[in-house]
């Protein structure tokens, strides 16, 4: 009900409600000491309180709020637009919820939204850059899982001629793709971000800005673990009722400058890979 309703501010009603409180206090006066003299001034008492506790309260949430506003900028970006100039993507997930299904192990049912095409992307790099990408059987039930159907054929058949004994040589693997004894192979790609080149109602363009781990951790080892920097752009297509990849290519870079963390030992490195698992990228 809004003040107007029952008399409101300053109308007749209120005035000589009012009027009748004043005459009801005279007798504070006249020598009720211990009775309404006494409480009106526990009732201030309380009102201070409740009062002081509010400010308090406002105090710290604005505190609070300035903590998380860091610069104080109050511009809020969108949740699914990777156009929004000078703003940073966020990597963590945002906008549209996170996929939780999974197809051969493979992160799947993106949204169809930019979002959901950035995310795919970034899970399909993953894929294609791990080691059971080495395994002849892993391989394809990889691309069945992430290609669209019309390009499987041809994208697998690149793929079993990209796979040969001397890719598995440059990388420190038997010819026929196994680790040597003692050894840990380690092929791992680590996305750093996504960025949406083109998008239309049922086709989307991503670039995926990733980081690699590549060679074989172990004593003894000729081929350490080192990394890369590269592009990957990836062709999606709506079809099954979720992204699928038409095309894929990569590209060095962008690289940062080296840092003068020391390397680590073979046995660290392999530990590491062992003991660390991925992620699930979404927006």
Same mark, same amino acid.
């Given at each position: 009900m809004s003040l107007s309703d029952d008399g409101g501010y300053g109308g007749d009603g209120h005035r000589g409600s009012e009027t009748g409180q004043t005459r009801t206090r005279l007798p504070d006066n006249d020598g009720d000491l211990y009775g309404s003299g006494r409480r009106p001034r526990a009732g201030m008492s309380s009102r201070n309180l409740v009062t002081i506790v509010g400010v308090v309260v406002l105090l710290l949430a604005a505190i609070a709020f300035a903590n998380r506003g860091g610069s104080g900028n109050s511009e809020t970006p969108s949740a699914d637009s990777p156009k929004d100039a000078g703003h940073t993507q966020p990597t963590a997930p945002t906008g549209t919820k996170p %996929? %939780? $299904?999974? &197809? $051969?192990?493979? !992160?799947?049912? =993106?949204?169809? &939204?930019?979002? $959901?095409?950035?995310? !795919?992307?970034?899970?399909?790099?993953?894929?294609?850059?791990? &080691?059971?990408? =080495?395994?002849?059987?892993?391989?394809?039930?990889i691309i069945s899982s992430i290609m669209a159907p019309s390009a499987v054929s041809t994208f697998q058949h690149k793929l079993d001629q990209a796979y040969s004994p001397g890719l598995f040589k440059n990388v420190g693997l038997k010819a026929d793709g196994s680790t040597p004894s003692g050894l840990t192979f380690v092929s791992r790609t680590i996305p750093i971000g996504t960025k949406v080149k083109a998008f239309g109602a049922d086709q989307a363009t991503v670039e995926v800005w990733c980081t690699g781990l590549l060679g074989m951790a172990g004593e003894g080892s000729t081929k350490p673990v080192s990394t890369s920097w590269f592009t990957i752009t990836m062709k999606l297509a709506w079809a099954d009722n979720d992204w699928k990849t038409l095309t894929h290519s990569q590209k060095d870079g962008p690289a940062p400058v080296s840092g003068d963390v020391p390397a680590s030992g073979a046995k660290e490195i392999a530990g590491a890979v062992q003991g660390y698992g991925g992620f699930t990228y979404a927006r």
């Open positions: %996929t %939780t $299904g999974k &197809t $051969g192990g493979i !992160a799947s049912g =993106f949204a169809k &939204t930019e979002q $959901g095409a950035q995310s !795919a992307a970034a899970n399909y790099a993953v894929a294609l850059g791990s &080691t059971d990408m =080495f395994n002849g059987d892993k391989r394809h039930k």
